[in-house]
């Protein structure tokens, strides 16, 4: 019995045997990542009720070197770059399920030219709506702009970590305006107003990407059940020999 697979485009062949291999890993490191940022905030919430349990005042007096300094350094930090992790890793777990339907939606195409050729008709290809060629690139898109928000969220932690590692009653809450401080602060600040949606507008790319897909799946059946209607009536057509 001839592979269905050997029956597709050069393209969707080339295609077939990325999605085929990539799928799984996009998914494992997903997972790991998930589970990863998990633990990383349960340690950085010890270190959180560690610091505030030390008095308002204890905490802005504490100058730079201080357990209590390095440990808001620590945790101002994270918040910056995790929440960029977690969704990157949510991005790859999306990415990964795009490639099992793309598994399924080539292996689809492959066996109904196989039936085709099976029963003697003319192997057609199944028209193509635009979207099936749309969702692999959307999918493409949704996790490069998670990567680029994580690339951004890893410079504002850089930001955050040396803004924080001065006292805030000596250094911080004094600073004059066009300081070098309030400079930062500002950074931090206006990345974090516009980096969250540039997150959330990652994560739907992939969804689309996702339901692109699915409604691919729904055409190709649609096509192939009809193309088999076709086969079959033709061949009850045919005169009896």
Known sequence: MPDGRLMLEPSDQRMYGFVRSAWAPLIVVGLLIVLFSL????????????????????????????????????????FAWLPGFKFFGMGLLFAGIVAALAIIILTLKGSGAQIQQMMGAEVRAMPRPLISRAYPWLAILGLLILAVAFGVSIYQAVVAA????????????????????????????SIEAWNVPLKFVGIATLLTSISFALFTIQSVLRGQSMRLLEMVEARGKKPAA
Do not use: H
Request: proline share 4%; net charge negative.
């Open 39 to 78: 633990g990383y905030g349960i340690y950085t919430s010890t270190l959180v009720a560690d610091y505030f349990s030390n008095s308002k005042a204890v905490r802005e007096a504490a100058g730079p070197g201080s357990q209590i300094v390095n440990q808001q350094v620590f945790f101002e930090s994270t």
């Open 162 to 189: 040396s803004y924080w590692n001065n006292s805030i009653a000596n250094t911080l809450d004094p600073a004059p305006a066009g300081s070098q401080f309030l400079a930062q602060l500002s950074t931090i600040e």
